[in-house]
């Protein structure tokens, strides 16, 4: 028995690399494995069981007593063997215990065999019993992948098989630790070599499956000469979505695995071999994947002979007749509910024209409310399916350079430093040789002439030269920045950036295409620039995660991703032009407020910027552009140049997605702010607002362009109803309020009834989506969704709370937006421009705006409409004045949401403190105690009491705990300071010495030797 497990544990890794050494013979495993698959018989008639479940039952009844009792059992010395393992390993065996039975819920259907003793069992858990008998219980992965692959030879295993392979054994090895350790408690007994079970366990813990088994996948050889050679270079999560694809089409059909895999290489053959107008066309159909998951599965599942099930019938009809099922259904939801209130509420003796009038004010708010249901019934529907992408983890290649370009504003120094700061940043999660970063610059709104040659853009160019410098020679990519100088707007009467945001992106195109230069000032490698393909475009609080700009590249190169533009519309038909990740709000600016912390975390509340998830992605296979994400060039240019008139479109991103297809990489995410106070939130609400009334052209036939000449629209329908949906959503409020003043005022029957059927309204989506939940989540059960929907349900109440306290306010923010935006575009043709960045909003405190001086009418107009209600219909004042009471303490409650989040903490007792003062001097003590000259300062691993050692070896974390734990010892102290220096300088002195790679520290180094 080993005399430290736990240095035995940690070097695990170590031993099986050297079980995998070349030379070792597994002879003996292969010709079992041979005989083994010789013996079982395939019982076709069988496709489900009760075997691993009721295994696992009569497995846990032994073991976890046994486990229960070492858990409660202090150690005794001397102890056995065998209880000296378990007890060293009782989280592992504990958590082993319950992963396996969760494992088990999701084998349902796997291919059953008849034994040579006459028994049928799944093929997975006969394959790993006779593996684990026939290796001694001693598992390795070389010994394992010879055996798997020499059973193979024989006969292939299906998909689902190879990935029981792991719980099946797992389980195999917990029954031989639950029979082996009966008489564990018993010293006299010889060892029943325990150790090796669960050595084998540990092992198995350590390997990296999806590398281990995905070898062992045997269609896999097939689809990876996939004629296009995209295959082979996709990511894990992309070829194990084909494979699904691939399986289920056989489950479902008379073909096996790889007969389907070879129908679907042979048609990727035969297309290559035909000619084609379009070589992106040619390369989609060329490539396995269009017949698995892309535009050629219909027809591709048809001629395999696929018998899909109701679920799937349902799910592919959808797909095809989106149009057909979400349109039409949100019409019948929200007329459907228009009547049941007007039933309800009216009598036979209500006029023709107040039932009239009564459709009309419920006819917004019930569309709200049908349109929050059918996105939840749809996304319930269908399953989001991600979209597949090229493996650039490692390198992006030539042909994929990537510029990620932040277009700013340079407002004052501080903010100038934090844009170069937040640009290193990014380049420090994401950098590669084939992709740069630059900064598109503009000087802030004047309104005379002002010198360009700004310190503030003299700043900029020096920091983004200093970041070169720092990071030349590494082969890491590189920095730029390009600066326009501002131009007289005649319409804005200010000297400014053209076209603002677009402008800078569409002035970035044409240098990238080589056609206009309009940067003046220019900083970094231009030569760089005609390399580019793809422009990652963020905003300059959008943070992008260690790499995210990697896997956007490889989704945005993937045959079946790559745009493909109708010459005839010049508009992105298949594939996409640009690619939206998932926006996340951040952790830090979602504890800056009440605010952010109520509604960052939260979908469908916030009814203007988040009521709309993927249900587009889903249903449409497209999704809607936000402004930040990845396009192709070339393709951008092509569709967007000279299609859209000047100094008309301040919020572009929509009618830019709709030209150039925009997708949604739900899997990939980008990270920004929320605003941190109500004040920002209603500028940027209001500015959107203002953004979206400027489209509305592209709801007709004929549309603008840069001439301003009328053309043939060439949107699709499903834009053009984006494009309404936002209009009539910046009209809900307005016919909320509407529906609350007139149900009391006018409407027939009581008032009481009409302001419980609108709440009813406004609440009904957040009590529907959580009784949905429940019951499936019953019916899976799966009780942590439930609790999560209960947990949802209260914020969910909470934000629908505020709806309806902030309902005046929010209002007249949207009727002050829509009315400037109509008179800006149909009179004045002025300031349809005007625009303030998000960091302006939200250090704008101190600056009054009208949205900010209408939360000051708020107790004015509720006081004023309960006169008019006590003057009018007075038996309504009992129903109005708990609302009226909620809008008039908006102003109050706008105050308490812009104060910071904070978590109540409750004194701790003193018993309590005093326990932690024990535990921290005890830590405290053992660090001390360890790190000593011996050791050079550092800290060994870990210590083993019974019997004592000590693991000389140290890792990269073990050093940051001894540096966070001195400083912790000093503020307590048990330290003084002149001792936390000289440790400390002593333990840094030794860090210096220490050998690295590339600058960064091994993961292990011996304490004595270094």
Request: proline share 5%; net charge neutral; aromatic share 10%.
């Amino acid at each position: 028995m080993p005399q430290n497990i736990h240095i035995e544990m940690a070097e695990a890794t170590r031993i099986a690399e050297e079980k995998k050494r070349p030379g070792e013979d597994f002879t003996s495993l292969r010709k079992n494995a041979e005989e083994v698959a010789r013996c079982l018989a395939w019982n076709p008639s069988v496709h489900a069981s009760g075997f691993f479940s009721t295994r696992w039952k009569v497995m846990s009844a032994t073991l976890r007593p046994v486990l229960e009792k070492v858990g409660r059992r202090s150690r005794k010395l001397p102890e056995s063997e065998d209880l000296r393992w378990i007890r060293e390993n009782l989280h592992l065996l504990w958590a082993e215990l319950w992963n396996t039975r969760n494992a088990f819920k999701k084998l349902r259907r796997l291919p059953h065999v008849l034994t040579p003793r006459g028994t049928t069992i799944p093929r997975a858990a006969a394959i790993t019993e006779a593996y684990l008998y026939a290796s001694a219980f001693n598992f390795s992965e070389a010994s394992f992948t010879a055996y798997v692959g020499a059973f193979q030879e024989t006969t292939i295993l299906k998909f689902r098989e190879l990935w029981a392979l792991v719980p099946a054994m797992e389980l195999a090895l917990l029954e031989q630790i639950a029979a082996r350790s009966k008489n564990v408690f018993d010293d006299t007994q010889p060892s029943q070599a325990v150790g090796d079970c669960v050595r084998s366990l540990i092992e198995i813990n350590q390997l990296h499956w999806k590398e281990v088994l995905e070898p062992q996948i045997a269609f896999d050889q097939v689809l990876s000469q996939d004629p296009s050679g995209a295959y082979a270079r996709m990511d894990f999560e992309s070829r194990n979505l084909y494979r699904e694809k691939l399986v289920l089409i056989a489950e479902r059909s008379d073909s096996t695995e790889m007969e389907v895999a070879s129908q679907a290489l042979e048609l990727a053959r035969q297309s290559q071999q035909q000619p084609a107008e379009d070589s992106r066309i040619a390369l989609r159909e060329s490539h396995v994947g269009y017949y698995l998951v892309g535009a050629g599965s219909a027809e591709f599942r048809a001629r395999i002979g696929f018998r899909p099930s109701l679920a799937h019938k349902i799910r592919g009809l959808l797909r095809s007749h989106p149009d057909e099922f979400y349109l039409p259904g949100i019409e019948i939801l929200t007329f459907g509910l228009m009547s049941a209130i007007v039933l309800l509420l009216t009598s036979t003796f209500t006029s023709p024209a107040l039932i009239l009038l009564s459709m009309l004010v419920l006819l917004l708010p019930c569309s709200q409310s049908a349109v929050q249901l059918m996105n939840y019934l749809t996304t319930a529907l269908l399953r989001p399916e991600i979209l597949p992408k090229f493996d650039f983890s490692k390198d992006i290649p030539e042909d994929c350079t990537t510029l990620v370009a932040v277009p700013a504003l340079l407002l004052n120094e501080k903010q100038v430093r934090r844009l170069v700061e937040n640009l290193e940043v990014r380049f420090l999660g994401n950098h590669n040789r084939n992709l740069h970063f630059a900064l598109l610059t503009d000087l802030a709104d004047s309104p005379v002439p002002s010198r360009e040659d700004d310190p503030l853009v003299d700043l900029c160019s020096n920091l983004v030269k200093e970041l070169n410098e720092k990071y030349s020679g590494k082969n890491m990519g590189s920095f730029l920045m390009l600066h326009r100088h501002r131009i007289y707007n005649p319409r804005e009467k200010v000297w400014m950036g053209w076209e603002r945001k677009r402008g800078k992106l569409m002035d970035l195109n044409k240098l990238l295409t080589r056609e206009r230069d309009s940067f003046p000032v220019k900083v970094g490698d231009l030569a760089l620039l005609a390399e580019v393909s793809f422009v990652i475009t963020l905003d300059a609080d959008t943070e992008l995660p260690r790499g995210s700009a990697h896997r956007l590249i490889g989704t945005l190169a993937h045959p079946l991703n790559r745009a493909v533009i109708d010459p005839e519309k010049n508009v992105v038909v298949a594939g996409y032009g640009i690619l939206q990740p998932r926006v996340r709000i951040s952790v830090h600016s979602a504890s800056s407020s009440r605010l952010a912390n109520i509604y960052s975390g939260q979908t469908g509340f916030d009814i203007y910027t988040r009521a709309v998830s993927d249900i587009y992605q889903d249903l449409y296979g497209e999704g809607i552009f936000a402004g930040k994400g990845i396009y192709e060039v070339e393709t951008v240019h092509k569709v967007l140049d000279r299609r859209f008139p000047q100094n008309a479109l301040l919020s572009h991103d929509l009618i830019e997605g709709a030209y150039a297809r925009a997708g949604l990489v739900t899997d990939v995410e980008v990270i920004e702010d929320y605003p941190s106070h109500y004040s920002a939130y209603n500028r940027r609400k209001h500015r959107w607002l203002r953004g979206d009334w400027q489209i509305t052209s592209w709801l007709f036939s004929r549309v603008p362009d840069e001439t301003g000449r009328k053309v043939p629209n060439p949107i699709s329908l499903v834009s053009q109803w984006k494009i309404l949906d936002n209009l009539r959503r910046s009209l809900v409020e307005p016919a909320t309020f509407l529906l609350f003043v007139l149900g009391w005022l006018v409407l027939p029957g009581y008032a009481r009834s009409w302001t419980l059927a609108t709440a009813f309204i406004l609440f009904m989506p957040v009590w529907f989506e959580f009784l949905f939940t429940l019951v499936r989540s019953i019916a899976e059960r799966k009780m942590a969704v439930a609790r999560e929907a209960l947990s949802a349900l209260f914020s969910s109440n909470v934000g629908t709370l505020l709806n309806i306290i902030f309902l005046p306010h929010q209002m007249l923010v949207s009727l002050d937006a829509v009315v400037r935006t109509l008179i800006r575009r149909l009179f004045t043709r002025q300031r349809l421009l005007e625009w303030e960045t998000a960091a302006e909003a939200e250090a704008g405190v101190a600056k009054r705006t009208p949205v900010d001086a209408y939360l000051n009418w708020m107790p004015v107009i509720a006081i004023l409409l309960g006169l008019i209600v006590f003057l009018v219909r007075r038996p309504a004042l009992v129903a109005a004045v708990p609302v009226l009471v909620l809008w008039a303490c908006s102003k109050l409650v706008s105050k308490w949401l812009d104060s910071p989040a904070f978590m109540a903490q409750a004194e701790i007792s003193e018993k309590d403190r005093l326990f932690l003062r024990r535990a921290a001097i005890r830590t405290c003590r053992y660090f001390a105690e360890f790190s000593t000259e011996k050791h050079n300062w550092l800290i060994p691993d870990n210590v083993q009491e019974e019997p004592f050692e000590v693991a000389p070896r140290v890792s990269p974390t073990n050093v940051g705990f001894l540096l966070n734990v001195r400083q912790v010892a000093c503020e307590l102290g048990y330290l003084t300071p002149a001792e936390f220096v000289e440790k400390t300088s002593q333990t840094l002195g030794t860090m210096r010495k220490m050998p690295r790679h590339r600058g960064h520290l091994y993961n292990w180094y011996d304490t004595q030797t270094l």
